[in-house]
């Protein structure tokens, strides 16, 4: 099976939607990854926040 790819944009509006309430097991299904991808995509996102900007 392809691997599918989701670009950063995508990913960011599945983060997003999770922030705003949407629960997680719902959120996985309708966007098909797994909730291990989500969690890893939310870690990712967390440690280059807390970073700053890149310079």
Do not use: C
Not at 14 to 42: C, H, N, P, S
Request: avoid cysteine.
């Amino acid at each position: 099976m392809k691997k599918k790819r989701f670009s950063v944009e995508q990913i960011v509006l599945v983060l997003k939607q999770a922030e705003l309430g949407m629960r997680v097991a719902d959120l996985i299904r309708e966007v098909g990854i797994l909730e291990q991808t989500f969690y890893r995509w939310k870690k990712h996102n967390d440690q280059g926040s807390s970073q700053g900007p890149k310079q």
